[in-house]
């Protein structure tokens, strides 16, 4: 069974910086998508940033001078480091990993940025 487990999320004053992880468990071979996706309440759930078992990334506009997506094929781990944050990066953030047929969500840990 193919959990994801995140953790880093919290509150934060706007200009500063969080580091989220998440680890994938029940898989024996490295992953080809893993990513962050966000969810702010009344909105849909949106990309944030993906990176490929290759390093390729692709992040949102709104994101990509502020925000670092990173891995560790090895351990299936992925991170998401953001600095310089805003009030409206505000949203419950989602740890994802695709492989061909096989698509995983974690349970969501909370990022409020106060303004």
């Known amino acids: 069974q193919v959990q994801l487990m995140e953790s880093g999320g919290g509150l934060v004053q706007a200009g500063g910086s969080l580091r989220l992880s998440c680890a994938a468990s029940?898989?024996?071979?490295?992953?080809?998508?893993m990513g962050w996706y966000r969810q702010a309440p009344g909105r849909q759930r949106e990309l944030v940033a993906t990176i490929t078992n290759r390093g390729n990334t692709n992040y949102k506009d709104s994101v990509k001078d502020r925000f670092t997506i990173s891995r560790d094929n090895a351990k299936n781990t992925v991170h998401l480091q953001m600095d310089s944050l805003k009030p409206e990066d505000t949203a419950v953030y989602y740890c994802?990993?695709?492989?061909?047929?096989?698509?995983?969500w974690g349970q969501g840990t909370q990022v409020t940025v106060s303004s």
């Open positions: 029940g898989i024996g071979f490295s992953i080809n998508i």
């Open positions: 994802s990993a695709e492989h061909g047929a096989l698509s995983r």
